[in-house]
């Protein structure tokens, strides 16, 4: 599955709180009505908590949301 | 939808009905296109549009003897537009333009008999068609009246250009005629010009102009208007086209002359207008003010009067083909799942459409097989329906005799938007009540309406059935209903019950007399759940009379009252549309309004408009109730908790026994752009208690650089909630809140 690049995916600013590391752009497998993604999104290198930035969750994501479920 | 379904449907609107003119014209020539373009000074295309329909235009303008005027819609309002001297002036000065390219060649020969203007226009109309046509006659354009110089010529010169073979000087009889059969494929007489020769051949059928003599067509005798003796030619061309191909000769002919139309064009709000257009001499301006007298009729009554389908920019007829095309897509995307779910399902269109046409049908049918299907998208309506799960739980529902009775004469039922928006009102319509008419009992449970709107037919008789249950187990006391839609909903689903409105009892009962005196005047806003029950509005009109409130009504009122926007779950399916629908009914009067559905009201309120629950006006104690902003979402779940908690304590003397659970021990409060954006986004604040309960848990959390602010996300069901925070001791600040439904699997090893 290629991956999908998404430029809303900006994680300015935040690193993971738990681990004190900055967040790295890594593969995400992203899931909804049987529908699967692969995304690269800023996740914690270490372990593994996934950013969904505002910008992303109500653009690009609900778009494809809405589009799935019309399909 | 079956495709049966679908044509039923279709044809029952009436939208692209031809208009009144195109139908009584025996040409069909649209008329209605011709007055538009003239009223744009458009003449030249306004000629084409002419030139189109008519053969021979440049002589048949100057001699239409205009039978459109008497089935001309604009007679009763100043009278009918005078087509006729428009056409004519159209004839006398647009641009000229060549006359029709004939169709490809179908190598059949007829042969036109009479140079009269029904020889010509048959001639004419067998030409275009691509027949090989030659027209005999002792002379042209016989018993014509003269026109001006090159008027006729020029219409003949188009004959010819369109391959007519022209024989003059023949003066034909019956062996001629009887040659001709012999020779071509068909033949056509124009009886006028010979009206004895032919009756040899028998009189010709009214519909196919045929003749006891194969091949032989024969126009009917005495037609002496120009008009119809060009449809004569018409009809000799469209029979003569059966006959060469050998197909039926009568069937599908119904609408070659004039005809019925279906189409509805209102006038109730159209001006009388009278012509001032001078018979002779006309300029560009005169005949251009009378195309603008034409009404360009159509219906789209259902259209003018609702958001949601002028929204779509369409009317029901293309919706039903999208809705039944939108349940046909097997692989692809629904691209009307979106308009079905936006109907509020109020039934206005059916109100003023002239046939009747339920859009409010089709959607929830179309809804309910989405859900059959499977192919309800889970977003529309999931969080109406959590709210209605919710309402029926055991933190809101309630069913109990009056204190200190067991048994109920009564059964108080305010639904659960009155408990979630005015829950003090509903507890002292309640006490009210109690004081009036001794045991009745209280029932805090939601009607099932969601569950209808959504299409979910299995939740609403299953919630149906337990509201039964529940009410059975109280001895099947009176129901009170105070909300419109339950109403609709309690009489619909539970047929045996005896139902009355709260507002029927208080017209009877009369009004508490601590009631507030209102200031008016009010604007009264029928629901639409009130749309079919006289009884229901003219209670409502008593009572606001007894309060001795000033009251004016806005234009759609009563039957063909506005929906504010909720229903069908509207706002839920579409909140952009539904927040626009909401705002043209605040818009439609400057008066605060008065309603009796808390939705109209809080849907009012959201707008910005000032607006009253009757309960208001009656049980409220709060000053100034029109300005109280709508509840959001949250607040709305917690009145409806609290009330049944204040009342179990207050009037039962019982302790809630519903066991607090742990999110609820997070204390969290909220910026103001956070509870903006919680209510925009539907997010609960028990949604975000649950998130950060999680992250304590968890620990799993991002930090910000800048702000210092959390983000954490949690999943609690099926959509994951994201947190922007800061601590503040063991308390909690939102300032930002989303939430999206894909579910993050996480990242790939």
Same mark, same amino acid.
């Not at chain 2, 032919?198 to 120009?226: I, K, N, Y």
């Not at chain 2, 104690?621 to 179990?648: F, I, M, Q, T, W």
């Given at each position: ?71 | ?81 005078? /087509?006729?001297? /428009? ?29 009269? &203007? ?69 033949? *056509? ?24 003599? #194969? ?27 059966? *006959? ?69 920019? %369409? ?43 339920? /859009? ?40 109990? #005799? ?10 108080? &039922? ?188 809080? /849907? ?41 908690? #204040? ?15 742990? %999110? ?86």
């Amino acid at each position: 599955m290629s991956v999908i690049k998404v430029p809303e995916a900006d994680s300015a600013g935040w690193s993971c709180a738990n681990c004190n590391v900055e967040l790295t752009m890594q593969h995400v497998e992203l899931e909804y009505l049987d529908s699967l993604f692969n995304v690269e999104l800023p996740a914690c290198p270490q372990c593994g908590i996934v950013l969904i930035p505002e910008t992303l969750a109500l653009g690009k994501m609900n778009q494809v949301e809405h589009l799935l479920e019309d399909k | 939808m079956e495709q049966a379904d679908l044509r039923r449907l279709e044809s029952q609107c009436v939208q692209e009905e031809t208009p009144q003119c195109v139908a009584a014209c025996p040409l069909h020539v649209d008329a209605k296109q011709f007055c538009k373009l003239m009223a744009q000074r458009r003449i030249d295309k306004a000629w084409q549009v002419l030139a189109k329909t008519m053969p021979l235009p440049g002589v048949l303008a100057r001699m239409c003897g205009e039978p459109c005027k008497a089935a001309c819609v604009r007679q009763d309002v100043g009278g009918p537009i005078n /087509m006729g001297t /428009m056409e004519r002036y159209c004839a006398e000065n647009a641009k000229p333009i060549n006359p029709p390219k004939p169709l490809p060649a179908r190598n059949k020969s007829v042969g036109v008999v009479g140079g009269g &203007f029904t020889g010509l226009c048959a001639a004419w109309e067998l030409a275009r068609r691509g027949f090989e046509t030659t027209l005999y006659c002792s002379q042209l354009g016989e018993g014509l009246p003269p026109f001006p110089e090159g008027v006729l010529d020029r219409e003949l010169t188009g004959l010819e250009t369109m391959g007519v073979k022209i024989e003059t000087g023949f003066d034909a009889s019956v062996s001629f005629i009887r040659t001709l059969i012999g020779d071509m494929d068909a033949v *056509f007489v124009d009886s006028d010009v010979l009206p004895e020769s032919v009756r040899d051949f028998g009189a010709p059928d009214e519909l196919t102009l045929g003749t006891q003599e #194969h091949g032989l067509f024969v126009s009917l005798q005495g037609e002496d208007s120009a008009i119809l003796q060009a449809a004569t030619g018409r009809r000799a061309a469209n029979s003569i086209e059966r *006959f060469t191909q050998g197909v039926s000769m009568v069937t599908g002919r119904e609408l070659e002359g004039p005809y019925e139309t279906r189409l509805y064009t209102n006038l109730d709000n159209v001006q009388s207008l009278t012509s001032a257009l001078p018979e002779r001499d006309c300029s560009e301006l005169d005949v251009r003010d009378e195309a603008k007298r034409c009404l360009q009729c159509e219906c789209m009554e259902c259209v003018k009067s609702c958001e949601y389908l002028r929204h779509y920019k %369409f009317y029901p007829k293309v919706y039903a083909r999208q809705i039944y095309n939108n349940e046909s897509i097997v692989m692809g995307t629904r691209q009307a799942n979106t308009m079905i779910n936006s109907c509020m399902l109020c039934g206005l269109c059916e109100t003023v459409c002239p046939e009747d046409f339920s /859009m409010a049908d089709v959607c929830l049918e179309a809804r309910r097989t989405m859900v059959e299907g499977d192919k309800m998208p889970p977003s529309a309506h999931e969080f109406a329906l959590r709210d209605m799960a919710f309402a029926n739980g055991e933190k809101c529902s309630l069913a109990k #005799h009056a204190p200190g009775t067991d048994t109920s004469d009564y059964l108080f &039922f305010p639904g659960c938007q009155l408990t979630a928006s005015d829950p003090s009102g509903v507890e002292a319509a309640y006490a009210d009540l109690r004081n009036r008419l001794g045991n009745v009992g209280l029932m805090l449970h939601c009607c099932g309406a969601p569950a209808e709107w959504s299409g979910r037919v299995v939740l609403e008789r299953d919630s149906m059935n337990d509201l039964k249950q529940i009410w059975e187990s109280l001895g099947a006391p009176k129901i009170i209903a105070a909300c419109p839609t339950c109403l609709k909903s309690l009489r619909a689903g539970l047929p045996n019950a005896e139902i009355t409105s709260h507002w029927s009892l208080l017209r009877v009962l009369g009004i508490r007399e601590d009631s507030v005196s209102p200031k008016g005047p009010f604007a009264i806003n029928d629901p639409c759940a009130a749309r079919h029950d006289v009884v229901l509005r003219e209670d409502i009109r008593s009572i606001l009379d007894t309060l001795g409130a000033d009251t004016v009504e806005p234009e759609l009122s009563g039957e063909t009252t506005q929906c504010c926007g909720y229903g069908g779950l509207l706002s839920e399916a579409n909140p952009a549309l539904g927040m626009h629908v909401a705002a043209k009914r605040a818009e439609a009067r400057e008066e605060d309004y008065v309603t009796y559905c808390v939705m109209c009201r809080d /849907m009012m309120a959201k707008t910005g408009k000032r607006a009253l629950h009757l309960y208001d006006l009656l049980y409220s104690e709060v000053n100034d109730p029109a300005a109280r902003p709508s509840p959001g979402y949250s607040e709305r779940r917690e009145n409806r908790v609290r009330l049944k908690e #204040h009342l179990l304590r207050n009037l039962w003397r019982e302790e809630p026994n519903s066991v607090a659970e742990l %999110f609820e021990s997070i204390d969290v409060s909220f910026t103001d752009e956070a509870l903006q954006r919680m209510e925009q986004r539907r997010i609960l604040k028990s949604d975000v208690q649950k998130t950060l309960l999680a992250v304590r848990e968890s620990g799993k959390r991002f930090v910000h650089a800048e702000t210092g602010h959390y983000l954490t996300s949690h999943r609690p069901v099926i959509v994951t909630y994201w947190v922007e925070y800061e601590e503040q001791g063991k308390s909690y600040l939102v300032h930002n809140v989303w939430s999206h439904r894909m579910h993050i699997k996480g990242v790939k090893s």
